[in-house]
């Protein structure tokens, strides 16, 4: 069975930073590709970000960019992602998911970022 | 590409058919995906590519369009379907719909 497990989530002041992690299991890790994705109240659901699934590449949405780092370890079956520099409006539940071609397959159950003073 | 999902809010009874809509501000070649999303969980991918049918979804679900226009069918609609329906295309980017909430009469 496929089980994608967040964490990394809280409450953070503007300005600084947050690491998520998504610990995988149930799949082979290595074959495929990884991605964020958010939902907020304001927003809605957005991708965030992307990385094949060798870690070669990476992908971003435009508001992100320079900010937040994906990464993966494939040894150990986990997907990061590094969030700088964080704003309110980045205040979400973020989710992984195991990205298929160009939709996202299966995910995780979230986990909370709250950027406030 | 934005999406337009219509009705924002959608009430039907156990056994109805019920139809979502999710129209694109452009042409999405059929690069369209549904998810369902139940209170206090993840979205769960329903259909991909218009009408390819994820594995383990029930066969009441099924979609349907071209162009700009996309549906969501519910051929018999469960207790169980209670939930916030979105589109999601990947024809250019990737951008989510606004969301059908499904309530059950």
């Known amino acids: 069975e496929v089980q994608l497990v967040e964490s990394g989530g809280g409450l953070v002041q503007p300005g600084n930073s947050l690491k998520l992690s998504c610990a995988a299991s149930?799949?082979?890790?290595?074959?495929?590709?990884m991605a964020w994705v958010r939902q907020s109240p304001k927003k809605g659901l957005e991708w965030v970000a992307t990385?094949?699934?060798?870690?070669?590449?990476?992908y971003y949405r435009d508001s992100v960019k320079g900010r937040f780092t994906i990464s993966r370890d494939n040894a150990k079956s986990t997907l990061y992602l590094q969030m700088d520099s964080l704003r309110s409006e980045d205040t979400a539940t973020y989710y992984c998911?195991?990205?298929?071609?160009?939709?996202?397959?299966?995910w995780g159950q979230g986990t909370l970022v709250t950027v406030s003073s | 590409i934005q999406l337009t999902q219509s009705p924002s809010l959608l009430s039907a009874s156990v056994g109805d058919r019920v139809t979502l809509s999710c129209k694109g501000s452009?042409?999405?070649?059929?690069?369209l995906a549904w998810y369902q999303q139940k209170l206090g969980e993840a979205p769960k991918l329903l259909i991909y590519?218009?009408?390819s049918l994820q594995t383990g979804i029930p066969s009441r679900f099924s979609g349907s369009g071209s162009g700009t226009d996309y549906t969501l069918t519910i051929s018999s609609l469960h207790s169980e379907d209670l939930a916030t329906y979105y589109c999601?295309?990947?024809?250019?980017?990737?951008?989510f719909g606004s969301g059908t909430k499904l309530e059950i009469k």
């Open positions: 998911a195991i990205q298929l071609r160009d939709w996202f397959a299966y």
């Open positions: 452009q042409n999405i070649n059929n690069y």
């Open positions: 590519k218009t009408n």
């Open positions: 990385i094949i699934y060798d870690g070669s590449s990476t």
């Open positions: 149930g799949f082979t890790f290595s074959d495929y590709a």
């Open positions: 999601y295309q990947y024809n250019n980017g990737y951008t």
